[in-house]
């Protein structure tokens, strides 16, 4: 990892809290990498939205919606992505907040038969100039994000193609387990699932 720790004091409150500590430090230590892959390549490139998350210089968040075309978004390097800044309403929420704080969050989400999530957190700056702006049609402005985490999220409370996802709780059922919990990196460092309100674990 960085030297930037991945879990604060925050994180880990709530980790011991529900016992979830030991995944948590497994979970970093299997899922977690600075350098894009072939597949997180190939997912990025595919989506046609992402949502982004900024914040102000006094740490007050936005997140917005950013769509486009399939490939909108590139990876340009081994740890850095670049999307285009289209027209759009003139507020610049989500630049203007990266000109004060540059420190950002992405989340692509692919929903239907296969849903995954990937985050990506890094730094972003703005480029008015950037020689590649031209080959990304419709952009206004160029914005790179130089990586500092890459990392899978559970996609199972994603909606499916039939609407809600099996795995979302709901009154009289138990949900299903996601099959990560079984994986053998993890098996071993699962917590027991913590009852919710309504339900009865067995």
Known sequence: ??????YHEGHRQLQDAFASRRLAD??????????F???DRD???????????????????????KGGMPGFVRVTGKDELAFPDYDGNGMFRSLGNIQVNPSVGLLFIA?????RRLRVNGTARILRDDPQAASFIGAQMLVRVKVRAIFPNC?????GPDGTSAFTPRP?????????????????VVPPRAPAAGQDIP
């Open 1 to 6: 990892m960085t030297t930037q720790a991945f």
């Open 43 to 65: 997912f990025i490139e595919s989506a046609a939205f992402f949502l982004l998350a900024t914040a102000d210089s006094k740490g007050q968040p936005d997140c917005s919606f």
């Open 37 to 39: 892959t072939d597949a």
């Open 26 to 35: 497994r979970l970093e230590a299997v899922t977690l990498h600075q350098v």
């Open 172 to 188: 009289g059922v138990v949900p299903p387990e996601p099959a990560w919990k079984d994986w053998d990196d993890l098996r071993e």
């Open 155 to 159: 996609p199972r409370y994603i909606p």
């Open 111 to 115: 929903m239907g038969d296969q849903p």
